[in-house]
């Protein structure tokens, strides 16, 4: 099956810094990986997911970017925010039904 | 839509006791998923429904364990008894899958503690 590894486990940046999250697969067949934040007492909630046929993909302050060959990819925040506090989740799976979380990515930005 | 919905948001008992998990999916979704998440383990599937059938319960850790979807619109897992170690966050996530596509909405979550 599928293994998603995630790093670091916690980040600790300044407010304006840029925060980056690394996680590597490990099923080349995986094709789909979303990215999830989740904030204190809620469940994760999808903010932004690429596709296999995609190297990179932005949405305003959030970007991902996707090396299938080694198997990794990246969650990029610009311009961190106070509100950008939170665990953040990667994944992995073939299409989008059943992914295979990494173990989160606590991001604490200081004001 | 309200999103997926969790009933209780927490639950307090103690082992031995039986505890019901109840979940409510977004109206027109097609799959449901029950995950646990712990610290020491992270965010883990127990078992997943679609259009209201267990597909795969691999991931259901003992048979005090049990997920039923008897219609739709609502869910119920069940521990049965429960024990210590059975105290985590349960997520209820649901999704409209067609070709094997969809994306994962998560509900609040019931953190259990059990004493």
């Known amino acids: 099956g599928e293994n998603v590894e995630q790093h670091p486990s916690t980040l600790s940046v300044q407010e304006g810094d840029s925060a980056v999250i690394k996680c590597t697969y490990s099923?080349?067949?995986?094709?789909?990986f979303p990215w999830y934040k989740q904030e204190l007492g809620k469940g994760p909630q999808l903010i932004i997911d690429?596709?296999?046929?995609?190297g990179e993909k932005k949405d305003q302050r959030i970007a991902v970017t996707l090396n299938k060959t080694a198997k990794h990819f990246s969650l990029h925040i610009t311009e961190t925010q106070p509100e950008d506090s939170a665990v953040y989740f990667c994944?992995?799976?073939?299409?989008?039904?059943?992914?295979?979380f990494g173990r989160g990515t606590s991001l604490i930005v200081h004001p | 839509d309200a999103g997926v919905i969790q009933s209780p948001r927490h639950e307090v008992t103690e082992m031995g006791q039986e505890v019901t998990l109840r979940c409510k999916p977004i109206s027109g979704h097609n799959s449901l998923f029950w995950y646990r998440q712990t610290m020491m383990r992270g965010l883990e599937l127990l078992i997943y429904?679609?259009?209201?059938?267990?597909?795969?319960d691999s991931g259901m850790p003992e048979d005090r364990f049990s997920a039923k979807m008897p219609n739709a619109s609502f869910s119920t897992l069940k521990i049965q008894p429960s024990e210590p170690r059975d105290s985590a966050v349960y997520f209820c996530?649901?999704?409209?899958?067609?070709?094997?596509?969809?994306?994962?909405?998560f509900g609040p979550g019931t953190r259990l503690t059990v004493t």
């Open positions: 994944a992995a799976s073939q299409g989008s039904y059943i992914p295979t």
């Open positions: 099923d080349s067949a995986s094709n789909y």
């Open positions: 429904f679609n259009n209201n059938v267990p597909i795969d």
């Open positions: 996530a649901s999704s409209y899958v067609v070709a094997g596509l969809g994306e994962q909405y």
């Open positions: 690429i596709r296999s046929n995609v």
